[in-house]
């Protein structure tokens, strides 16, 4: 249905924006094939033994969810000739991730077009159309307008331009009003902003650097996020069911900056500390980056913890972040870069789409494949939605990591057991307190050692019933009880 709104922005006339209807598909993805292992116990070979508890009264975080951003390449997606059983892959309930969030670009720029959202829109209208609730947005800005910025350029840096003196807060602050107003007209409603993507990083594409006050930092003058923050606060005050402030969304941790930029903010005006993990670790090396997660959870006492935006080398290492992230920094959403990129650009896609405008050099018979951490992702995001509560879970065999989530009813626990070794077997078995006694169960796995990378979150069946989780080397699997 036609929508047309009165964009309220200083200085600029009237537009009136019109929308064309756009058809919501749900479709079927192929779905993972067990493979011979997966049909019977471990084979012969290096085997090993672990017990895994897991306590369903001893509660930790609330978890709010998980998902990834579509940004830059929303075209690529949106376009795409298998855009339906790609849109199923990753969004559908069943076939799909299962994923609850969606981080946006904010690419609004004043033009009288609403040609910037086209490809994110369509999007958005897919991704709900196959889910019984709408998918949670949150909008990030990669930088604001060229004519706010103070190299009259989008990238490569620069901050907030000065007017008589003075940074322009007010007119930043407009920009985000303005931005939401728009976004929300054409049927996109941002539950969380993020005012400024990495504003601890000069990069040659879009940018924009802030201080964490406007005090020097670094050696180097620029805005202030804290008085930047402040500002946007209070204009969305303006806005009816004004969208929750997250921040200070920094490049990662580990290093000073994200504690630096959460101190000097209002507390008040934020919903969670949110940050990106591409510092404070080796990117090779999930479990280095513990000691700096630890710091964050500790420094950020009484707030909600989001990691916004990471994506690792392998499948495998993606587990491992989202496990450490969840279960040390107690993180309480955690989204991949990206859900989709080009293949073969790199980039952390969940799934690798290629150009739907040259078919002839596709790589891939339909033009897209699904990445390794896509499986990891989903051996978490399928079945531990907003609401659940992670709870202890332990094992006696330092190279299986667990970690364990009740529903908010009190009646599904979801465990997740990772077996870190590249080369043993291991049985676990699983004390499950009151789940001990359930009305029914399911495992899916995945494996990501080479050459016995043959399942891709595939269905095992139930639980034995004498609790045995037969872990292969590399592997994830994930456990869902009902009592």
Known sequence: MPISFVQRATGLAAVVVTLTGLAAASTQAP???????????IAAGHHRSATGTV?????HQEIAGFGASEAYFQGFLANHPHSAEIYDALFGPVNGLHTDFLRLQNSFRYAPSTEFARDTLAIVEHANALRSSRMTIIMSSWSPPSNLKSNASEKNGG???RVNGHYAYDRFAQYWQDSVRVYRALGIDPTYVSIQNEPDETTDYESCRFNPSEAPYKGESNAGYAEALDAVYKSFRHLPSPPHLLGPETIGIGYGDEAAFAKALNPDEIYAVTHHLYTGGDKNDPDSFIPAMQAVKDQSQGKLRFMTEYYTPTGFDTALMIHNALTVEEVSLYLQWPYTWPS?????GL???????DPAHWKNKDGWKFADSYFAMKQFSYAIHAGYRRVDASSSNDQVKISAFVSPRGDKLVVVAINTSAGEDTSLKLKLGTFAVHASSIIYRTTFAVPEATERFASLGPLAPDGILDLPPHSVATLEIVK
């Open 55 to 59: 306590d369903p009264a001893r509660t």
């Open 159 to 161: 901050t907030l331009i």
């Open 351 to 357: 799934l690798q789409v290629e150009d739907p405008r």
């Open 344 to 348: 073969g650009e790199g980039g952390g």
């Open 31 to 41: 779905q993972a094939v067990p493979s011979p292992a997966a049909l019977h116990s």
